[in-house]
Nanobody, 118 residues
Framework: QVQLVESGGGLVQAGGSLRLACAAS????????MGWFRQAPGKEREFVAA???????LYADSVKGRFTISRDDATNTVYLQIDSLGPEDAATYYC????????????WGKGTQVTVSS
């Protein structure tokens, strides 16, 4: 059974940093894609970042330059470094993974909440 478990969320002051982690178990995604999405209250879930086994990364325009996605295939873990946090970044962050390079994500975590204080 595949599981994705996020960690690292919490309450952070505006301008601060946070590092989220997502540990996958049950299968590896070294040849697939791992990504992060987020959903703020009252809003739809939105794409944040993705990383491929080749090293390629992709970011939403709203987070470019502030967020960094990375992965460690040896531990089947994907990370999201969040810097210069702003109120607009407050949301529940979800990890996702797929075995293919593109298309729908096959697996989702339950999320970790990020709260930003002013």
């Amino acid at each position: 059974q595949v599981q994705l478990v996020e960690s690292g969320g919490g309450l952070v002051q505006a301008g601060g940093s946070l590092r989220l982690a997502c540990a996958a178990s049950g299968r590896t995604f070294s040849s697939g894609t791992m990504g992060w999405f987020r959903q703020a209250p009252g809003k739809e879930r939105e794409f944040v970042a993705a990383t491929w086994g080749s090293g390629r990364t992709l970011y939403a325009d709203s987070v470019k330059g502030r967020f960094t996605i990375s992965r460690d295939d040896a531990t089947n873990t994907v990370y999201l470094q969040i810097d210069s946090l702003g109120p607009e970044d407050a949301a529940t962050y979800y990890c996702a993974a797929r075995v293919r390079l593109y298309g729908q994500y096959d697996y989702w975590g339950k999320g970790t909440q990020v709260t930003v204080s002013s």
